[in-house]
């Protein structure tokens, strides 16, 4: 398994925007997809981005699409999640989680999560 730290989360207002970090604890991380789902107080945990460390290929909840943009550093073994035009109904705490030889990249499975972070939007 891998360690992984998120970091980046806090207050802010709607239409504000927030940078979360993942960092892994190690490398070789060719066929390993990386992802970040989040869960709201009384709610399951969902999908919300997954990037394939090999290839570069993207994808987002529907809910998030054109406003968040998720992606790596290779060198820094970093995934990071670009939240823009945040809306109270982001938030939540975020996981980031870590798998391999992963089809459906919204079900996983994924093997490692880190401790989340919260990021918690006014309106």
């Known amino acids: 398994q891998v360690q992984l730290v998120e970091s980046g989360g806090g207050l802010v207002q709607a239409g504000d925007s927030l940078r979360l970090s993942c960092a892994a604890s190690?490398?070789?991380?060719?066929?390993?997809?990386m992802a970040w789902f989040r869960q709201a107080p009384g709610t399951e945990r969902e999908f919300v981005a997954a990037?394939?460390?090999?290839?570069?290929?993207?994808y987002y909840a529907d809910s998030v699409k054109g406003r968040f943009t998720i992606s790596r550093d290779i060198a820094k073994i970093t995934v990071y999640l670009e939240m823009n035009k945040l809306k109270p109904e982001d938030t939540a705490v975020y996981y980031c989680?870590?798998?391999?030889?992963?089809?459906?990249?919204?079900?996983?499975?994924?093997?490692?999560w880190g401790q989340g972070t919260q990021v918690t939007v006014s309106s």
């Open positions: 989680a870590a798998g391999t030889n992963i089809g459906d990249v919204r079900q996983g499975p994924f093997g490692s």
């Open positions: 190690r490398r070789t991380f060719g066929r390993y997809v």
């Open positions: 990037i394939r460390w090999s290839g570069d290929s993207t």
